[in-house]
Nanobody, 122 residues
Framework: VQLQASGGGLVQAGGSLRLSCAAS????????AGWFRQAPGKEREFVAA???????YYADSVKGRCTISRDNAKNTVYLQMNSLKPEDTAVYYC?????????????????WGQGTLVTVSS
């Protein structure tokens, strides 16, 4: 499966963005999905995950502000981000894995999108 992330941009603190991850090659419903991010000078970190049964899990840093969802008709996974903070500034990556359950470690994912930059100004 090939993944294409989009939706990043510049937003003021307190604003919202919706990131999209479109899949081609196979239907996204056959995969578990995750979002990760990498801020400048930092390691890539987990943000959110969705299992094949649509259960979800979030990093504490985004819990209550972000929602991961899936639209099987569009073969796309989304990350809705609200109440954005400057510390959310990062390149956001979507990822997919064929295993059924949630994955919060990047090593569990075999497929990655190219990343989309989110910049939150204060």
């Amino acid at each position: 499966v090939q993944l294409q992330a989009s939706g990043g941009g510049l937003v003021q603190a307190g604003g919202s963005l919706r990131l999209s991850c479109a899949a081609s090659g196979r239907t996204f419903s056959s995969y578990s999905a995750g979002w990760f991010r990498q801020a400048p000078g930092k390691e890539r970190e987990f943000v959110a995950a969705m299992g094949r049964n649509d259960n979800t899990y979030y990093a504490d840093s985004v819990k209550g502000r972000c929602t991961i969802s899936r639209d099987n008709a569009k073969n796309t996974v989304y990350l809705q981000m609200n109440s954005l903070k400057p510390e959310d500034t990062a390149v956001y990556y979507c990822a997919a894995r064929t295993q059924y359950g949630l994955g919060i470690h990047q090593s569990l994912y075999g497929y990655w999108g190219q990343g989309t930059l989110v910049t939150v100004s204060s």
